[in-house]
């Protein structure tokens, strides 16, 4: 009989980040983001040594002026630091993470989401870890596209982060200690999250995620010191309410609708507009349990930053039977000195919008493949194959995945070119139709994703729709891509390459093999005059979906910094 | 076809219920399941250990009432030496447990759903010494959608 005295005292379970070899006292960051606010994230382009926001800037460009690496010297690009994540143990959804992060970097100091719960700060000079914050995911979490995250916001003192468990964190950016967090998702409902927030003024924007189990898509804003909920836009309208039309008057299908806010908005200081792609409808593929339009899925929605309301919005795809997401990025550029907005819809064609009222510019088609229906310059969708009878096999091109995914495009000033990664590959579905269940992933049909005869490119557009060259892949390209002032494109291949092409000609200048594949936002800065290009690399997520030709690739889980050579 | 009653049996018969018969390890999710106690203040407590030869954790299902701060008592009554991985919101939290120690661990876990725990060396993760932390309830009423109530499974 052993007795309790028998016992060697174990003591208390620390903190496993303080098994990682840090210094004592290495493990705070210098205040850098107590001085970062809404003003200087307005001008973020002042400050092109930083990457303040999602985007880089509020108007969604994915550029930099940074222009120290260039068309000339970019060939004697090297690697200049590398993170390694890595995990340890169990993971929720382990088989599906993915490296989908943007890179915020504030005077040196960059912050870093990951998988599961996981957020860096990082010496943005020589990779070394300051601190780390690990959320408890539930093992359990529904996850529809993956264990993902595409990013942090920072502001006033903090760094702002959702986990798949629909939870906004808000940490002390100088030691990642929790200030508040706030449930904004029913994880019992299927929601989760995987948003990079956003914060406008003395707000934090974020959108729901789990379109795929027939939930109600929504927008929340709360303050950003407190935590407390400013306002929710739902994105599908209740009986009665503007848009409802679109829903069956009869039954439930309006609480089940999707249209889901996965993806960073872009937001307008002037029109005081936030212009939000929503998800599709749910169920994905199964028309006839919601007729009609099913307003705002499949949208580029403008929505008052103050109030959450909704000012106007633009249907990509009408009654969308084949999973075409609108989430995708709205660039905001101007032309001839009119206020456009330009988006890449998963549907295969290229929308510009006037953003001051939604009213429609031009629709130009940005991928060789499109058999799913036609879409006019002047907007009018007609629908020409699709999942319509139980247990038929229908094939369309783009697959779900779209013609391009929530991967960014990105927009220079210097070229006025867009910079879009395409995907171009086909699926074929087949109505299988299933009563809805709260939690249970509702699709309405089985899914099967061309894994051959497929083609990827990166492809240049000018704001009239009109391509101006193209670096075509043997794979689709499923990363966002990276615009600078040096007039360089950065993308990288499902393969591992990460490519650098010339922006004006397409021709690749440069090439690196990562050693896994390219799914996430690239971003630039510098430290101390010196530029660096920073990219995520980790493939995975929803593979099956959009590649699955690469499902058994190897997932890493890096973060590659490369730089010119310092001079001897 | 077997039916839960006959479940133990059917462990015990095929050898699935200790180390190194039919399995090398101890096959997860053959252990034993336990609740946490709950204080007056909501704080909750339990006590896991790890039974001499077993290679499991008992609990290997620790359930817990809701979403909080959980105090657990690990106890190592084997004679080898192992380790425990536990989630908590912050950081995953770590102790060594040398065979026949005892220590604490405090946890903040804001449920619902099921978290794992473990013992990270050597392969006692996959020898047997996987768990699971179980936090029941549902997300607060100010995050839930509003829609009428939904069928459920």
Known sequence: MTTSEDYVDAGEAIDQGNLSGKMPGGEIAPPVTAAVTYERILNARNEPHNWLTYYGAYDGQRYSPLDQINTENVKRLVPAWVFQAGTTGLIAGASTYSFEAAPIVVDGIMFLTGWDGWIWALDAKTGVEIWRYKHAVPFDVSLCCGNVNRGCAVAQGKVFFVTANARLIALDATNGKMVWAKTYGDVRAGESATVAPLIVKNMVIVGSSGGEFGVRGHLDAFDLESGEHQWRCYMVPKPGE??????????????????????????????NLLYVGTGNPAPDFD????EGDNLYTDSIVAVDADSGQIR???????????????????????????????????????????????????????VDRITWGAVTRDGRVTAKLYPEKEGEPVHFYPGPAGAKEWTHASYSPKTEFFYVPVQDTGATATRRRREFKESIPYWGAGVQVDAEDMAGSISAFDGNGEEKWRWRNELPMCASTLATGGDLVFAGEATGEFNALDARSGELLWQFQCGSGHHSNPTTYTVEGRQYIAVPVGWGGWAEGFLPGMLGAGHGSALFVFALPEPA | MTTAPERTDLLKELGLDVQNHATLGRVLGTGKIGRASEGSDGRMQATIRINEDELMWDPSILVMPHGGDIDLELVNDDKNTHCALLPSNGDRKFIWLVNHSRGRATLNLDGPGYYWYSSPTGNDEGRGLTGAIVVLGDAPPEARLDRPDQPQP
């Open chain 1, 242 to 271: 503007p848009g409802s039309e679109t829903w069956p008057a009869d039954g439930e299908a309006w609480a089940r609708g999707g249209a889901n806010c996965w993806v960073t908005s872009t937001f307008d200081p002037e029109t």
């Open chain 1, 287 to 290: 028309g006839e349990v919601r």
């Open chain 1, 312 to 366: 106007w919005h633009h249907q990509c795809t009408p009654h969308d039977l084949w999973d075409y997401d609108s989430i995708a990025e709205n660039i905001l550029f101007e032309k001839d000195g009119r206020k456009l907005l330009g988006h890449f819809d998963k549907n295969g064609y290229f929308y510009v919008v006037d953003r001051t009222d939604g009213e429609l510019v031009s629709v130009t088609p940005f």
